[in-house]
């Protein structure tokens, strides 16, 4: 089975651009999750889909984060204009609906680098 | 408000000898724990859960440990091997199923 996919694996941007990464879930995966993590920290949650609903979006910034899961299939996480704190790892995650353990399956991870 | 915390950053062990990483949790409601482990520019992959109605949970050279009055939980890794050098990851997990993660503890494993 095919793991979850992320692009751009790095980009290195300057503040005020604006930067998209993608993310293709495990196949059948209703949900999907795209994380934040910096340096020497744990995974933050920045939004949490279900199909192509969204669950949770308390912790996005949406002055300048966007995302969406149109199809109920991949998603797009947008920052415009991007700062320097955004220098992070985005992580995308997926998990099917019948799990219940809360295990959840990451891709690599697109490393952002805004100068 | 840091629900899941992992306060050592780092932890040295001799291979072979049993590596123990500590985590402690605020939130009560928390259902579910899990660990996970990272290599450099991998994501995160999925190592062992324990489930809050059980106080041990089992994997070859892993075991999860939880103690919910204290609300702590341990990971033991006996014996340690040179590739068990990674981050790993204490997280909960709650109704809403999104995963709280702590802070991380860099594990290396010394020859």
């Known amino acids: 089975e095919a793991g979850v996919a992320q692009s751009p694996r790095y980009k290195i941007i300057e503040k005020r651009q604006s930067v998209a990464f993608w993310c293709n879930p495990i196949?059948?995966?209703?949900?999907l999750y795209w994380y934040q993590q910096i340096l020497g920290q744990g995974p933050k949650l920045l939004i949490q889909f279900q199909n192509n609903g969204v669950v949770d979006d308390s912790q996005l910034p949406k002055d300048r984060f966007s995302a969406e899961r149109l199809k109920g299939v991949d998603s797009t996480l947008k920052i415009q204009p991007a700062k320097l704190e955004d220098s992070a790892v985005y992580l995308c995650?997926?998990?099917?609906?019948?799990?219940?353990?809360?295990?959840?399956?990451f891709g690599e991870g697109s490393r952002l680098t805004v100068l | 408000d840091q629900q899941v915390k992992q306060n050592s950053p780092s932890l040295s062990v001799q291979e072979g000898r049993i590596s123990i990483l500590n985590c402690d949790y605020t939130n009560s409601m928390f259902d579910y724990f899990l660990w996970y482990k990272k290599y450099p520019a991998e994501g995160p992959t999925f190592l062992i859960s324990?489930?809050?109605?059980?106080d041990k949970n089992e994997d070859g050279r892993f075991t999860v440990f939880l103690n919910k009055s204290a609300k702590h939980l341990s990971l033991h890794i006996v014996p340690s091997q040179p590739g068990d050098s990674a981050v790993y990851f204490c997280?909960?997990?709650?109704?809403?199923?999104?995963?709280?993660f702590g802070q991380g503890t860099r594990l290396t494993i010394n020859p």
């Open positions: 997280a909960a997990s709650g109704g809403a199923q999104k995963l709280v």
């Open positions: 196949s059948g995966h209703a949900t």
């Open positions: 324990i489930s809050s109605i059980k």
């Open positions: 995650a997926s998990r099917p609906v019948y799990a219940n353990t809360g295990e959840l399956f």
